[in-house]
C-alpha cells in the first residue's frame, strides 16, 4: 500500500523559511514524478511543483526562486524548501504522486499546514 | 496559463439525483484531464483521468466525458457518500491548473 506522510508545517514569520518533508512507503520516490499542491483556506487547489523521476523539476510562477523541490534517495522522502515566505503561502501542503504516464495525481498524503503570520 | 472554468460553483440535489459538473478549458486540452472529489479536511481522491477513464475502485456511477475544450463529470445516482466538492485539473502543460471547484450538497 502507497503511504505519504508530510511533516514540518507550521506558523512562520513573513520572510522566514520552512522545509516540509514527505515521507514515502510502498514506492519508491526516486522511481516517481513527485508533487506538491496547496490549498489555501477555504480555497481551491494549487499546483505548486513537480519533480521527475529524473530530475528535472517544474515550479508554479507564484513560487519560482523562492521554492525548492528536491528528494532523498536513501531515505524515500520528498522535499519542499520554502524561502522568502508571505502570507500568501498560508495553506495546507499535500505531497502527490503521478504515474507520469499524465500528470495527474493517484496518491495524496494526508498534508501539512503552513501559516505565514506575523 | 491554461484556465479551467467549472459549473457550477454549487449544486443542491438529493440522493439519487443524477448530477452533472461543467469544466471549460480556456485552450485546447484534448483529454489531459483528471476529476477528483475532495471531503473537508481531507485530501483529493482522484476519479477520473485521462476525461473518461475511471481510476480502479471508483464506483461506476461515476462517469466523465468530452474533449478539447469541455468536460463533464456525471454521478448518475447520488449516493450519500458522494457530498463533496469536486475539482477539474488539466495536464496537458505546465503549469497544471484545477478547477475552482463545485460543492455538491444535500437539497
Known amino acids: 500500500e502507497v503511504q505519504l506522510v508530510e511533516s514540518g508545517g507550521g506558523l512562520i514569520q513573513p520572510g522566514g523559511s520552512l522545509r516540509l518533508s514527505c515521507a514515502a512507503s510502498?514506492?519508491?520516490?526516486?522511481?516517481?514524478?513527485m508533487n506538491w499542491v496547496r490549498q489555501a483556506p477555504g480555497k481551491g487547489l494549487e499546483w505548486v511543483s513537480s519533480i521527475y523521476s529524473g530530475g528535472s523539476t517544474y515550479y508554479a510562477d507564484s513560487v519560482k526562486g523562492r521554492f525548492t523541490i528536491s528528494r532523498d534517495n536513501s531515505k524515500n522522502t520528498l522535499y519542499l524548501q520554502m524561502n522568502s515566505l508571505r502570507a500568501e503561502d498560508t495553506a495546507v501542503y499535500y505531497c502527490?504522486?503521478?504515474?507520469?504516464?499524465?500528470?495527474?495525481?493517484?496518491?495524496w498524503g494526508q498534508g501539512t499546514p503552513v501559516t505565514v503570520s506575523s | 496559463d491554461i484556465q479551467m472554468t467549472q459549473s457550477p460553483s454549487t449544486l443542491s440535489a438529493s440522493v439519487g439525483d443524477r448530477v452533472t459538473i461543467t469544466c471549460r478549458a480556456s485552450?485546447?486540452?484534448?483529454?489531459?484531464l483528471a476529476w477528483y472529489q475532495q471531503k473537508p479536511g481531507k485530501a483529493p481522491k482522484l476519479l477520473i483521468y485521462k476525461a473518461s477513464s475511471l481510476e480502479s475502485g471508483v464506483p461506476s456511477r461515476f462517469s466523465g466525458s468530452g474533449s478539447g475544450t469541455e468536460f463533464t463529470l456525471t454521478i448518475s445516482s447520488l449516493q450519500p457518500d458522494d457530498f463533496a466538492t469536486y475539482y477539474c485539473q488539466h495536464y496537458n502543460s505546465y503549469p497544471l491548473t484545477f478547477g475552482g471547484g463545485t460543492r455538491v450538497e444535500i437539497k
Open positions: 485552450q485546447y486540452i484534448s483529454s489531459w
Open positions: 502527490a504522486r503521478d504515474l507520469g504516464a499524465g500528470h495527474y495525481f493517484d496518491c
Open positions: 510502498g514506492i519508491t520516490v526516486s522511481s516517481n514524478y
